[in-house]
T-cell receptor, first 116, second 114 residues
Framework: DTGVSQDPRHKITKRGQNVTFRCDPISEHNRLYWYRQTLGQGPEFLTYFQNEAQLEKSRLLSDRFSAERPKGSFSTLEIQRTEQGDSAMYLC??????????????FGPGTRLLVL | SQQGEEDPQALSIQEGENATMNCSYKTSINNLQWYRQNSGRGLVHLILIRSNEREKHSGRLRVTLDTSKKSSSLLITASRAADTASYFCATGEILTGGGNKLTFGTGTQLKVEL
């Protein structure tokens, strides 16, 4: 399967701990996105990378959140000092960047985070 | 914040019937996409329609876009039990570098009964 993969699929942590999630996009996709989805809601945009450059960050992304894409391939999303409100599904998506008017984003299975 | 609002919030139909879901949004868009989500396969892209297009088809799916009314509809014909899922519309905003920020609605939960 050459789709977007995310690791881990589930994470349970205690409040105050740091967590890191990994996303491997579809090979050769130069755009990578992170979204967050809470129960009963649609996904909300967090941040976007074009190759290794982080070009957009949502105001939802507090200073406890940091994302990297060091070599323009995989990406990591770290949450420091987790809070119960961080409990959500964290989704990664990638796209090929071949259309100037918007292209399909392919989503991974997500990492479900539960903060106790 | 959610840009799109899907209507209805929940829909239950019999297999073989058609299902229509509507989406309204607030600001101007570059494109609008529909996604399906269920526990088995995650979020799956269905159709992308650009702001200069009015209608697109893909298999049993038909999407319309009315930018003057800021609304879109998704029609699924001859529904199957496997179509049971949540359906989301997402409006696209072009970002620096050409990326596409998707703003999702709250979704329509479709249940197709045998």
């Amino acid at each position: 399967d050459t789709g977007v993969s995310q690791d881990p699929r589930h994470k349970i942590t205690k409040r105050g701990q740091n967590v890191t999630f990994r996303c491997d996009p579809i090979s050769e996709h130069n755009r990578l996105y992170w979204y967050r989805q809470t129960l009963g809601q649609g996904p909300e945009f967090l941040t976007y990378f074009q190759n290794e450059a982080q070009l957009e960050k949502s105001r939802l992304l507090s200073d406890r959140f940091s994302a990297e894409r060091p070599k323009g391939s995989f990406s990591t999303l770290e949450i420091q000092r987790t809070e119960q409100g961080d409990s959500a599904m964290y989704l990664c998506a990638s796209s090929s960047g071949d259309s100037p008017r918007g292209e399909t984003q392919y989503f991974g299975p997500g990492t479900r985070l539960l903060v106790l | 914040s959610q840009q799109g609002e899907e209507d209805p919030q929940a829909l239950s139909i019999q297999e073989g019937e058609n299902a229509t879901m509507n989406c309204s949004y607030k600001t101007s868009i570059n494109n609008l996409q529909w996604y399906r989500q269920n526990s088995g396969r995650g979020l799956v892209h269905l159709i992308l329609i650009r702001s200069n297009e009015r209608e697109k088809h893909s298999g049993r799916l038909r999407v319309t876009l009315d930018t003057s009314k800021k609304s879109s509809s998704l029609l699924i014909t001859a529904s199957r039990a496997a179509d049971t899922a949540s359906y989301f519309c997402a409006t696209g905003e072009i970002l620096t570098g050409g990326g596409n920020k998707l703003t999702f609605g709250t979704g329509t939960q479709l249940k197709v009964e045998l």
